[in-house]
């Protein structure tokens, strides 16, 4: 071998590392280092919308960055997700999405190509979002347990948000477990599901308490049970599922959660958490909130990728018991 271009060749190499070393000891790169972000999946003015606008508020404030809340519907949520799972994993486009994008829709819909562990690193939890159970007046029901005892006298009707929506597996499950038979019958989301009990085309359905309680104060329905660990003022008679007996929530609540392109690093991943969490604590956030129906509810990654990791183990369950094809 030339000795003088071993040599030279040496040199080169030292001299990159001389380069490379400062590089290094200036530790991660600051961010945000341009405006984020932040994609909801659907259309302007629902709820996941107010809590992601409202997030982006103070995280504006904290960075000295913009936030851009970007609408992104489309495919139940699945739309906006995927472009998320596949962005540039800097921190810069995040994910403000409910339950069912993360545990459920993965399930259900896998031409979107999502998988739900793979694809994302979790901010956590920012907000969650209690269930009512309603009827109509004219079943003549006035109470959960009179709902009950109906039940296993006559067939009843429920509205869900579409096959595959928290309605439909929540309702079903509570029905397994209080052994009664409920026929199903879908809808094309919660509005229309609620609506449809108002006007007595079904029995009961489950709607988030804002939703159910214009419709309470004007009689149209009537609320029997909340799944919540405690009593809401605005609808303080309704009982919680914990004092009619169950030790567990079978009316599990929907959560909107944060989240990062898999593979983000984690001090960003660390710094959008700890911001996120201090943003929902703020008075004027957490009021907004709780207006809306919403409970501040901070999560670390960690705890939100448990939940998700459970969500896929319960609702992959539901799925095949209840015989709900993927794709449907």
Do not use: W
């Amino acid at each position: 071998m030339d000795q003088s271009l071993s040599r030279r060749t040496m040199l080169v190499a030292l001299g990159a590392g001389c380069f490379a070393r400062p590089s290094l000891a200036q530790g991660p790169a600051a961010f945000p280092s341009k405006p984020v972000q932040l994609i909801v999946p659907y259309p302007a003015g629902g709820a996941v919308d107010l809590a992601a606008r409202l997030v982006a508020e103070k995280l504006r404030s904290e960075f000295g960055q913009a936030v851009v809340v970007e609408n992104r519907p489309g495919a139940n949520g699945m739309v906006g997700a995927a472009a998320v799972a596949r962005g540039e994993p800097d921190g810069h486009t995040l994910l403000m999405a409910p339950r069912e994008v993360f545990g459920i829709n993965p399930i259900l819909m896998p031409q979107q190509a999502i998988d739900a562990k793979r694809d994302f690193a979790y901010v956590g939890v920012v907000a969650t979002g209690a269930y009512v159970l309603v009827v109509n007046p004219a079943l003549g029901v006035n109470s959960f347990a009179e709902l009950v005892a109906l039940a296993k006298t006559r067939e009843l009707t429920y509205a869900s948000f579409g096959k595959g929506s928290m309605a439909h597996f929540n309702i079903e499950a509570l029905a397994r477990r209080l052994g009664v038979k409920l026929v199903h019958v879908p809808y094309r989301g919660a509005p229309p599901a609620v609506t449809a009990v108002a006007t007595g085309e079904v029995a009961l359905t489950i709607a988030t308490p804002p939703a159910a309680l214009a419709l309470m104060q004007s009689g149209k329905v009537k609320a029997l049970a909340l799944g919540d660990k405690r009593r809401l003022p605005q609808m303080s008679a309704v009982p919680t599922m914990a004092e009619l007996g169950f030790t567990d929530d079978p009316l599990l609540p929907n959560f909107f959660g944060l989240a990062l392109p898999a593979g983000t690093p984690i001090h960003i991943v660390e710094k959008l958490s700890t911001a996120s969490a201090r943003a929902i604590a703020a008075p004027d956030i957490a009021a907004k909130l709780e207006a809306s129906g919403l409970v501040p509810s901070p999560g670390s990654p960690s705890e939100m990728a448990r939940l998700v990791a459970d969500d896929l183990e319960r609702f992959g369950r539901l799925t095949r018991e209840l015989d709900i094809k993927p794709g449907e």
